[in-house]
């Protein structure tokens, strides 16, 4: 038989699923705020897993895999524990924003204090309640800035365990990164944990595609650490990059892009026109490596110098095509 379980001064019993609200601080009209979590008391002892959703309070899509995730799973069939937080940065997501009120970046604010900045006291609630606790965690993103993501795990892919998982997740692409940030992935991965970031979709928007994905990688990655007892299926083949680049427009005016995230594209190959007002063609983007399309900008209207389409370059030797 598993343990119970006490966060926020909740016990949560074996085989059993709760609810609850953990205080963040008063809104300025004196209302409480707090951060909502399930915790799923598996039945049976196993390890124990975070996974949070909208970090970044306009990144909502993680909100509604998370949700999907829930409705799938039923703490009687569980192993372990699984601690689920589908909105972590609440003052972002009732606003529609990225960032707290005080435009911090709560994804830099890691592993936060019991007396700093607001960003850095959700930071330390969610460390110490949630994060502290568990052996793996699936962080949950979108894209920012009028941009969308193809479904695609970042992760540290030279730890063994991490590209291990990162390829059971089985996003169309896994990156490589390693930043040291103050990132929630940082500071639980240094802590010890086996972390990975999911991103796909775009801000505001429920992306059906990339929830699919979200659901299908959390629900194999948790199969495959031994969570739920089902059949281990092959996961749709992840092409690893090490490296990308993005396409900056080169010219100031309305863009036509004529390729999408998940396209191949050849170094030299046009993605897309940038006209004027008048039709007049400025200028005729193009790739800048081989490789795939990982994200593009969902707004026409661009300036010199914005970022319109991110292209990664796929490492050959992953017998990915
Ligand atoms: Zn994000």
């Not at 038989?1 to 300025?28: H, Q, R, S, Y």
């Not at 915790?39 to 124990?48: A, C, K, M, T």
């Not at 372990?80 to 972002?92: E, R, S």
């Amino acid at each position: 038989m598993n343990d119970p379980v006490t966060i926020g001064g909740v016990t949560v019993k074996p085989g059993t699923k709760k609810a609850m609200e953990l205080p963040i601080a008063k809104l300025v009209t004196g209302s409480p705020m707090s951060m909502p979590v399930v915790v799923l008391n598996g039945r049976r002892p196993g390890p124990s897993m975070w996974l949070t959703a909208a970090i970044h309070g306009d990144e909502i899509n993680g909100t509604e895999i998370v949700r999907q995730v829930l409705e799938t799973l039923s703490p009687k069939d569980l192993f372990g524990t699984l601690f689920a937080v589908p909105v972590v940065n609440v003052y972002g997501f009732t606003a529609g924003d990225r960032y707290l009120p005080d435009r911090r970046d709560l994804n830099r604010s890691f592993p936060g204090s019991q007396r700093g900045s607001l960003a850095r006291r959700i930071a330390h609630l969610l460390m110490s309640e949630v994060v502290n606790r568990c052996q793996y965690g699936i962080d949950l993103h979108t894209a920012s800035d009028h941009r969308t993501n193809l479904p695609q795990i970042r992760a540290n892919l030279d730890h063994v365990e991490t590209l291990e998982l990162a390829t059971v997740f089985g996003a169309p692409v896994m990156m490589h990164s390693s930043h040291r940030d103050g990132s929630l992935r940082q500071v639980a991965s240094d802590a010890g944990a086996t972390v990975l970031l999911y991103e796909g979709g775009e801000a505001w928007r429920f992306d059906p595609h990339a929830t699919r994905v979200g659901v299908d990688g959390v629900l194999r990655v948790m199969t495959h650490v031994g969570m739920l007892d089902k059949e281990e299926h092959q996961p749709e083949p992840s092409a690893m990059s090490r490296s990308s680049k993005w396409v900056r427009a080169g010219q100031s005016g309305i863009l036509s892009l004529r390729v999408d995230p998940g396209d191949r594209v050849a170094r030299g190959q046009v993605i897309g026109q940038i006209h004027n007002a008048l039709g007049v063609r400025l200028s005729s983007p193009k790739a800048p490596i081989d490789g795939v399309v990982i994200g593009s900008t969902l707004s026409p209207v661009v300036n010199r110098g914005d970022a319109i389409l991110h292209v990664a370059s796929i490492a050959e030797s992953n017998g990915v095509d």
